[in-house]
């Protein structure tokens, strides 16, 4: 069965404090593997899509990773606005494109 | 442009009555989604939409009905709902499945049933 578990639940860092959300999956086969956050009551918005080991992406404070098992994002020098929910998915080969979500990591930064 | 535009944004209905979330991308987006997202917890699938046509119900009660009338708008149709159906509803899109593309999101329908 297809699984996506993040880590840790919940982060606290102050204010410039560098810190990692982990990702770890388990798919028949991936397609692609998505970053999204999610503030509360809004719908997810998109950062990163990562198709293959090795592959990283960056924008912002943010940067994307991902091995054959897992992936991570790493946050550099966060500030408060980057308070939010960060949720990884998963597409699986063969899917109509629709994505398995994790639980989430729930980020919150203190100035 | 990268956006998906849902209405209403939030609604209170009865156990009786019968209403309809919108949905709408003008991204020339081939596939569209319902996801259901209760709080606390991740989005999950209700219905997928390909080229028009429904290709995954995910066992969704036939108290939800989604309609596809263009590749641009999608509806999702609720009557007889119960009060565990409250939950925040988003519509998303993508390229078309089976394309290595990611899905944009809507802002959300927050549902409440009283």
């Known amino acids: 069965e297809d699984q996506v578990t993040q880590s840790p639940e919940a982060l606290r860092l102050q204010e410039g404090e560098s810190s990692s959300l982990n990702c770890s999956y388990t798919?028949?086969?991936?397609?692609?593997l998505f970053w999204y956050r999610q503030d509360p009551g809004k719908g997810p918005e998109f950062l990163f899509t990562l198709y293959s080991a090795g592959e990283e992406k960056e924008k912002e404070r943010l940067k994307a990773t991902l091995t054959k098992k897992e992936s991570f994002l790493h946050i550099t020098a966060p500030k408060p606005e980057d308070s939010a929910t960060y949720l990884c998915?998963?597409?699986?080969?063969?899917?109509?494109?629709?994505?398995?979500f994790g639980k989430g990591t729930k980020l919150s930064v203190k100035p | 442009d990268t956006e998906v535009t849902q209405t209403p944004k939030h609604l209170v209905m009865g156990m009786t009555n019968k209403k309809s979330l919108k949905c709408e991308q003008h991204m020339g987006h081939r596939a569209m989604y319902w996801y259901k997202q209760k709080a606390k917890k991740p989005p999950e699938l209700m219905f997928v939409y390909s080229y028009e046509k429904l290709s995954i119900n995910e066992s969704v009660p036939s108290r939800f009905s989604p309609e596809c009338p263009n590749s641009s708008l999608l509806n999702l149709h609720l009557h007889a709902l119960q009060p565990e159906d409250s939950a925040l509803y988003l519509c998303?899109?993508?390229?078309?499945?089976?394309?290595?593309?990611?899905?944009?999101f809507g802002q959300g329908t927050r549902l409440t049933v009283v």
């Open positions: 998915a998963v597409q699986a080969l063969g899917s109509q494109g629709n994505l398995i």
């Open positions: 798919v028949s086969g991936l397609r692609g």
């Open positions: 998303a899109s993508s390229q078309g499945p089976g394309l290595n593309t990611e899905a944009f």
